[in-house]
């Protein structure tokens, strides 16, 4: 006789801890004594832990004391960059792109992609996330890396248009090749790097595709002031007016940063057909002194979700979507000059559902219920820092920590467990790292992969 559903073993059930839920309204709320019921990589149930007391499962984990939340999402990065973190500092944004990244990225093999991606997924699972959106070269290295460590990914092989109708080919055999990929964890995009290189014709090219193939698309786009004044003086048009004439906001599209998004470009953004979300990554934008960020309050405004990201090592440092969490919160107060915005309620709406729906997750991933993929972090909030609790949403943005991740779980399967690693060797990444870092950081060749010239 076969077991119902409530009798037959789990495979994870996690008990006893307060769980991070969404109402009907899509406001947050806390469920406290709780348990999560994990089957065939699915949350089965969120529960109390009375109603699970004795239920048998393969795996059970008593999380007493901690906060369950849906894994976070990296919604912009380029993971291989954490072989560049630290040598290209305290510079503007064309010198750090034409005298040192895009030099020694010409060097890069596709050895050194792998490593530097298998290192930037230890580190984020160490932090809490569970997906991440990557736009990078040598992609398929990526992928496999991916496949192997057990993390949840939407990739994209970028292209510039000097690499001739190559590029784009390639990102279109990339993204089919590996659409569904990992047992459907990999979900793949068309990657035009921005409108400042690839030209229009490309764009359009590529939004055709994207229409044909049914492919989102993940660019730069509007990233900082200056490039939609350059926009404006060369060509009469701003990016996000590029992307609208050549199709591009017709498909479903990820723009990364828009700090540069003015207000002008607002109407076309909500006018969109196709389904258009912001990537965010303020750290890099203050190290970079630019003096706008993104406008979270007004793409709020007109419906646009803004998800929270790191954008790559070489830029931010690290990929802790945390800290992007709270500095999110504490500039969007400062720019808008308003305390109440954005909420800690907010900011973790924006890290779980907001940031699932910006990479075209939001069915599957961002909210702990039934029938959504388990993709579950355990936060720790025993530590002098986070205590005494008087405000749970609080705590978690403002006083928790990346380290504060005790458990990460993606698809039902436990990457980390009470902060060791089970699925990255991270001492031999390091040493293999280490062993290639002399030939990869020589710039004594002049080859650069790009010009940066916006």
Sequence with gaps: MTPSPAEAPADLIITGCTVLVHDDQERIGFEEDAAIVVRDGVVESVTSADAVRGRVAVERIDAAGQVALPGL?????HAPMVTLRGVAEDLPIEEWFNDVVWPIESNLTEKDVELGARLACAEMIRAGVTCFADHYFSMDAVAAVVEECGIRAHLGEAFFSSQGPQGREKSLEFALRHRGGADG???????????????????????????DHGLPVHLHAAENRDQAEAS??????????????????DTDVLIAHGTGILDSDLPLLEAADGSTAVATAPRGYLKFAWPTTTPVRALHDIGIPVGLATDGAASNNSLDVWESMALTALVQKSTTGDPRWLTARQALHHATLQSARAVGLGDRIGTLAPGRRADIVLVDLSGPHTQPVHDLAATLVHSARSSDVRTTVVDGRILMRDRELLTIDVPRVVRELGERMPAFLDRGHGRRIQDYDS
């Design 73 to 77: 999402v990296n919604c912009h990065t």
């Design 185 to 211: 964890r990999i979900t793949t995009a068309l990657a035009p790097h921005a409108p400042y290189t690839v030209d229009d014709a490309d764009l359009a090219a590529t939004a055709a595709l994207a229409r």
């Design 232 to 249: 404006l003086a060369r060509h009469g048009v701003t990016p996000i007016e590029v992307l609208r004439r050549t199709g591009i906001l």
